[in-house]
């Protein structure tokens, strides 16, 4: 029998109603929600771990790296077959795509939450955790990164985001799909992942800013991340990576001050790519030194370019990790 970590992180899935404020709050320990997981001994043997009992806003970078560290010292053990982490919904595939970035092992890790708390009719919870468990046991699991599993599907950590507010199956990979189903307490998987960057750091750079473009935008919020030293610019451009004249203006003189920008479409889906040649269309945006980020949000290339920042900061470089 498989020996699993479990390594709880707070979120949703510890939350219950506070009477006295009338919201969840942080309460349940990971003991008390495995209690829930009835007959859960029969398919693995658990070990509880507690990193932290953090709300999903409160997860900071410097966060994730603390707990990619932890995370790594216990895949490390032989004992342990795999790794379970419970986290708040909100930052969940933040986290889950930094630790995908900076976990070098072949062992499972899977990271999971929920979207109600203890006190509401329908606590997914302890559905997720055993679902999680029962992937991560799972031989095909092996050599896949990280995987985020809850409402019965299993999504790499580099495709999946959310997309609802409320609903339980709102962790979706809008581009590529699920990758597997967890069906009768078994992890079924449908496909390989499609890529999987690994990068060692020790140390992270935080001095990474996301900038949402908009119709008319022009170069303020750029000029303001130049002025306060950032070491790195997201843009959720336009459609198929396309800047408002005045924005480009911007984008220019932030890599003329050897900042890294990186961009990727505000769209729900789809690529950037280099299509149109007029002003702050992507070509000319390709030729002023701008790095494509390809499918995704840009709340993952704001993590995958404080990484690389930690990594290097040759620009070539960088490009190479985000557009090879």
């Given at each position: ?138 031989d095909e699991a092996n050599n896949r990164g ?25 962790f979706k990979s809008p581009e590529f799909g ?147």
């Open positions: 029998m498989k020996k699993i970590a479990l390594i709880f992180n707070g979120g949703t899935i510890t939350m219950k109603v506070d009477e006295r404020i009338k919201a969840a709050v942080p309460t349940l320990s990971g003991e008390e929600i495995v209690a829930m997981i009835t007959g859960i001994e029969e398919f693995a043997k658990i070990e509880i771990d507690t990193f932290s009992n953090l709300p999903g806003p409160h997860i900071t970078p410097e966060k994730m790296l603390e707990l990619s560290k932890y995370v790594q010292k216990v895949l490390d053990r032989k004992e342990i077959d795999g790794v379970v982490i419970t986290h708040g919904t909100d930052t969940l595939e933040e986290t889950a795509y930094f630790l995908d970035l900076t976990i070098k092992s072949h062992k499972p890790v899977v990271v999971t939450g929920s979207m109600r708390n203890s006190s509401e009719l329908g606590y997914d919870g302890p559905a997720n955790l055993s679902a999680s468990i029962c992937t991560a046991i799972a990280v995987l985020v599993v809850l409402n019965g599907e299993v999504n790499c950590a580099s495709e999946v985001t959310k997309t609802n507010t409320m609903s339980l199956d709102t699920p990758i597997g189903i967890v069906d009768n307490n078994e992890a079924l998987f449908f496909r390989n992942r499609i890529n999987r960057h690994n990068i060692e750091i020790r140390s992270l750079e935080t001095r990474v800013e996301l900038i949402k473009c908009a119709a008319g935008m022009d170069t303020k919020f750029i000029d303001y991340c130049i002025e306060k030293g950032s070491r790195g610019i997201v843009i959720e451009a336009l459609g198929r990576g396309n800047l408002p004249p005045q924005m480009a203006k911007g984008v220019k003189g932030a890599i003329d001050k050897g900042i890294a920008v990186v961009m990727v479409s505000r769209c729900f889906e789809g690529r950037v790519l280099a299509t149109y040649g007029y002003e702050g269309g992507g070509k000319e945006l390709k030729d002023m030194g701008v790095i494509f980020g390809e499918y995704l949000p840009g709340q993952k290339a704001r993590i995958k370019l404080m990484i690389a920042l930690s990594y290097t900061d040759n620009i070539e470089d960088i490009r190479k990790i985000f557009e090879k």
